[in-house]
């Protein structure tokens, strides 16, 4: 018989035994980083009091983005970071790690077998991916993906979806974060715009209709004098919290709605930028920036306040350049001086984002890079920082892990050329944009104009604002890059258009 005085011994033991392994167990868990990416969307290279050149420019010193100056103090700022020209072709490669020109999603999608955007006059759209990232292959016109997130989940990550997604058409199973590997989807749909950054107006288009532009999932926010950015930060913070209380590690894909059209003011921020003297539309626009700055600033806190924060990476990234063409409203709002052009171009207005990686203990504080990276280099990136080595894709990841050179390591990886494709027509008018494919290699970037056959060379560090086309003063250049830059098109099956006047597939760059 045992003993009140055995049994009690027993039990205290047995709790100091359970308590440690828990304790240990949480350790192990532990071990694993948070990670969070704050994608935001249209945020040109300069739309922000970071510089991100050799010098403050005067959109430097217009912007207030106090807490993206934490982030780069606290972590490494990329200088020479790229995307794609438009918003679902990046999405996809983050998530894939695979280039545009592989997964043929070259252009922005929104209803499901529907190209959203007619041809330019005298050229013909190839059968593009128009119905998005998939994670089977029984969608037509879609890619077939293991997707980033899945393998995290799959991997004892809470995986998290905040704001737009915009990775599947309408009415297919790619429309909806949860289908792509996110555990919890907060407001993603198949619309790359919200209706309305009001919850006064239910972030809807029109309270009298129902649009395919309304922001899903926001019910409980309906009716209240509360701006989409902070909903957005809110909800993914009380999902953060879920995977906290629970041990397990998380990845937050913060993807905010804000920077995008329609260009409304935050209440919060707008009134500082008239009193300074801005265009209504620049104030708006500036008022939408600070709205952002304050998410990334109340998640640093956050993470700070559940002490986490060194083990949390924060990647900050935008999908593409600042809208500088024409906008629904009438007026340009961002105009990403020194680079020339904006969304919708390879020129470097288009494709240049800022860039920002936290690593605790891991990147040099108040850092910066001039390594050339490209947004399917998050893929392989994010996953070595998770820690996960052996994980099998359906896909061909184009992508090279950057960890090296946040490690302060010696790479020579990063001295490859870069290539965009964009065989489409994205919509409004500018300098530079539609229908192109471009390669940049060292200094030198090449891009081809499908339409007219043309060339554009630009030397990149001489001519940051892509000034002085150099094509006829450096004809062997062209040349090696042409060559280069059809040779890997070919490589990956790229898609060319048809030229109406002739019927016929518009040449590779090096054929001409």
Same mark, same amino acid.
């Given at each position: 018989?045992?003993?009140?005085?055995?049994?009690?011994?027993?039990?205290?033991?047995?709790?100091?035994?359970?308590?440690?392994?828990?304790?240990?167990?949480?350790?192990?868990?532990?071990?694993?980083?948070?990670?969070?990416?704050?994608?935001?969307?249209?945020?040109?290279?300069?739309?922000?009091?970071?510089?991100?050149?050799?010098?403050?420019?005067?959109?430097?010193?217009?912007?207030?983005?106090?807490?993206?100056?934490?982030?780069?103090?606290?972590?490494?700022?990329?200088?020479?970071?790229?995307?794609?020209?438009?918003?679902?072709?990046?999405?996809?490669?983050?998530?894939?790690? /695979? &280039?545009?020109?592989?997964?043929?999603?070259?252009?922005?999608?929104?209803?499901?077998?529907?190209?959203?955007?007619?041809?330019?006059?005298?050229?013909?759209?190839?059968?593009?991916?128009?119905?998005?990232?998939?994670?089977?292959?029984?969608?037509?016109?879609?890619?077939?993906?293991?997707?980033?997130?899945?393998?995290? +989940?799959?991997?004892?990550?809470?995986?998290?979806?905040?704001?737009?997604?915009?990775? %599947?058409?309408?009415?297919?199973?790619?429309?909806?974060?949860? &289908?792509?590997?996110?555990?919890?989807?907060?407001?993603?749909?198949?619309?790359?715009?919200?209706?309305?950054?009001?919850?006064? +107006?239910?972030?809807?288009?029109?309270?009298?209709?129902?649009?395919?532009?309304?922001?899903? %999932?926001?019910?409980?926010?309906?009716?209240?004098?509360?701006?989409?950015?902070?909903?957005?930060?809110?909800?993914?913070?009380?999902?953060?919290?879920?995977?906290? $209380?629970?041990?397990?590690?998380?990845?937050? @894909? /913060?993807? @905010?709605?804000?920077?995008?059209?329609?260009? #409304?003011?935050?209440?919060?921020?707008?009134?500082?930028?008239?009193?300074?003297?801005?265009?209504?539309?620049?104030?708006?626009?500036?008022?939408?920036?600070?709205?952002?700055?304050?998410?990334?600033?109340?998640?640093?806190?956050?993470?700070?306040? +559940?002490?986490?924060?060194?083990?949390?990476?924060?990647?900050?990234?935008?999908?593409?350049?600042?809208?500088?063409?024409?906008?629904?409203?009438?007026?340009?709002?961002? @105009?990403?001086?020194?680079?020339?052009?904006?969304?919708?171009?390879?020129?470097?207005?288009?494709?240049?984002?800022?860039?920002?990686?936290?690593?605790?203990?891991?990147? #040099?504080?108040?850092?910066?890079?001039?390594?050339?990276?490209?947004?399917?280099?998050?893929?392989?990136?994010?996953?070595?920082?998770?820690?996960?080595?052996?994980?099998?894709?359906? #896909?061909?990841?184009?992508?090279?892990?950057?960890?090296?050179?946040? +490690?302060?390591?010696?790479?020579?990886?990063?001295?490859?050329?870069?290539?965009?494709?964009?065989?489409? &027509?994205?919509?409004?008018? %500018?300098?530079?944009?539609?229908?192109?494919?471009?390669?940049?290699?060292? $200094?030198?970037?090449?891009?081809?104009?499908?339409?007219?056959?043309?060339?554009?060379?630009?030397?990149?560090?001489?001519?940051?604002?892509?000034?002085?086309?150099?094509?006829?003063?450096?004809?062997? /250049?062209?040349?090696?890059?042409?060559?280069?830059?059809?040779?890997?098109?070919?490589?990956?099956?790229?898609?060319?258009?048809?030229?109406?006047?002739?019927?016929?597939?518009?040449?590779?760059? $090096?054929?001409?």
């Amino acid at each position: 018989m045992i003993s009140n005085v055995s049994r009690t011994l027993f039990l205290a033991c047995s709790c100091v035994l359970v308590f440690s392994c828990k304790q240990k167990n949480t350790i192990a868990i532990q071990k694993k980083p948070n990670i969070i990416l704050f994608f935001v969307d249209d945020m040109g290279w300069q739309d922000t009091s970071v510089p991100f050149w050799n010098k403050k420019t005067a959109l430097n010193n217009l912007y207030n983005t106090p807490n993206m100056e934490r982030l780069a103090s606290e972590g490494m700022k990329f200088t020479q970071a790229y995307a794609t020209p438009v918003c679902t072709p990046t999405r996809v490669s983050l998530i894939s790690g /695979m &280039n545009a020109a592989r997964h043929r999603v070259t252009n922005w999608t929104l209803r499901r077998n529907t190209d959203p955007v007619g041809p330019p006059k005298g050229l013909k759209m190839p059968k593009w991916n128009v119905n998005g990232a998939q994670t089977s292959d029984s969608i037509p016109l879609s890619v077939h993906i293991t997707p980033l997130q899945q393998i995290l +989940k799959d991997n004892g990550y809470l995986t998290i979806h905040s704001g737009k997604a915009h990775w %599947g058409a309408m009415n297919t199973p790619g429309e909806n974060p949860k &289908n792509l590997g996110f555990d919890v989807n907060i407001a993603g749909h198949a619309a790359g715009a919200p209706g309305s950054y009001y919850g006064t +107006k239910n972030f809807k288009n029109s309270l009298k209709k129902n649009s395919i532009w309304d922001v899903p %999932g926001l019910e409980k926010y309906h009716g209240k004098d509360i701006f989409l950015t902070e909903v957005l930060t809110q909800e993914a913070i009380i999902a953060m919290d879920k995977a906290i $209380d629970s041990d397990k590690p998380f990845y937050l @894909h /913060m993807a @905010h709605y804000a920077v995008h059209t329609p260009i #409304q003011g935050d209440p919060r921020f707008e009134q500082k930028y008239l009193d300074l003297g801005l265009h209504k539309t620049e104030a708006k626009y500036a008022s939408l920036i600070e709205g952002m700055d304050k998410s990334l600033g109340d998640l640093m806190n956050h993470l700070e306040e +559940k002490g986490i924060a060194e083990n949390t990476i924060i990647l900050f990234m935008s999908d593409n350049g600042g809208l500088s063409a024409v906008a629904r409203g009438g007026e340009k709002h961002t @105009h990403n001086k020194p680079l020339s052009s904006g969304k919708g171009s390879v020129h470097e207005g288009g494709i240049r984002e800022p860039m920002i990686v936290k690593w605790p203990k891991t990147a #040099q504080k108040n850092s910066t890079t001039d390594a050339k990276v490209i947004i399917e280099d998050f893929f392989p990136t994010i996953l070595e920082m998770a820690g996960i080595e052996n994980y099998k894709t359906v #896909q061909k990841v184009d992508g090279i892990s950057f960890t090296n050179i946040l +490690k302060g390591k010696e790479t020579t990886d990063f001295e490859r050329a870069l290539f965009w494709h964009y065989p489409n &027509n994205w919509g409004p008018t %500018g300098p530079g944009i539609g229908a192109t494919s471009t390669i940049r290699k060292g $200094d030198w970037k090449l891009i081809y104009y499908h339409l007219d056959r043309s060339f554009e060379l630009f030397n990149l560090k001489n001519d940051i604002g892509e000034s002085t086309n150099l094509v006829r003063t450096e004809k062997t /250049m062209v040349t090696n890059l042409a060559k280069e830059l059809g040779s890997y098109l070919r490589s990956v099956d790229a898609q060319m258009p048809l030229d109406t006047k002739t019927e016929k597939t518009v040449p590779w760059p $090096d054929e001409l």
